[in-house]
């Protein structure tokens, strides 16, 4: 399975834009990124899901490079309810199993 | 609400007390998930059902730990002789079986529940 890396933490502004980068350079080739959001309390919640270049949901924007050693999450226009742990998973196309977890990086949306 | 439930949301034991926990799953999803959660850390995956049939267990699960799921519906987590570093919340997670080629989200998107918190005293 591939390992990402992210920042622990951040810090933003309501009405700002957010992007949170995660590396995974040793992506095998039918890995997809997917990115979880979770709130104090809460269970994880899918956000978004890519394979290469850009995809665009109404929560979030995921750009994947051509390399795909990378990927950033693009969080618009942030409010205080944005304020959460996000997770970037490499997961294999297909999966059916387990989702691995890092640390996940501390969102702090300041007023 | 039709999401996934669980029961109780908190649970506070004695050291070397059993617990069960119980999950309902969304019900059209024929996969289930357990996972493990302590503080500042992302989850740890458990154990893992399609239909009734318990297809994975992560060494996590020690023999102290037993997860079932009847019928194929809802799920039960049971930790015999609890310890102090049990003490997290337990997720409950479900995901519909596969579709097409096409159906590439259901791949990765699981839907979680509001967890068990745990607190062994």
């Known amino acids: 399975l591939a390992k990402t890396t992210q920042p622990i933490s951040m810090d933003s502004y309501e009405g700002q834009e957010v992007n949170i980068t995660c590396s995974h350079n040793?992506?095998?080739?039918?890995?997809?990124i997917t990115w979880y959001q979770q709130f104090p309390s809460q269970g994880p919640r899918f956000i978004i899901q890519?394979?290469?270049t850009k995809v665009t949901n109404e929560v979030a924007s995921l750009f994947i490079p051509a390399d795909r050693k990378s990927s950033t999450l693009s969080l618009p226009r942030v409010s205080l309810s944005d304020t959460a742990v996000y997770y970037c998973l490499a997961l294999l196309r297909g999966n059916t199993g387990k989702l691995i977890f890092g640390q996940g990086t501390t969102l702090q949306v300041k007023p | 609400d039709t999401g996934v439930s669980q029961d109780p949301r908190h649970k506070i034991t004695k050291r070397g007390q059993n617990v069960t926990f119980r999950c309902d799953p969304i019900s059209e999803h024929n996969r289930l998930y357990w996972y493990r959660q302590t503080l500042g850390q992302g989850p740890e995956f458990l154990t893992y059902f399609q239909n009734e049939a318990q297809l994975e267990k992560s060494r996590l699960l020690s023999d102290r730990f037993s997860a079932e799921r009847p019928k194929g519906s809802f799920s039960t987590l049971e930790i015999q002789r609890t310890e102090q570093g049990d003490s997290a919340m337990y997720l409950c997670a479900s995901s519909p079986k596969l579709g097409g080629q096409g159906d590439l989200r259901s791949s990765y998107e699981q839907y979680f529940g509001p967890g068990t918190r745990l607190t062994v005293t």
């Open positions: 040793n992506i095998a080739t039918n890995d997809y």
């Open positions: 890519g394979y290469k």
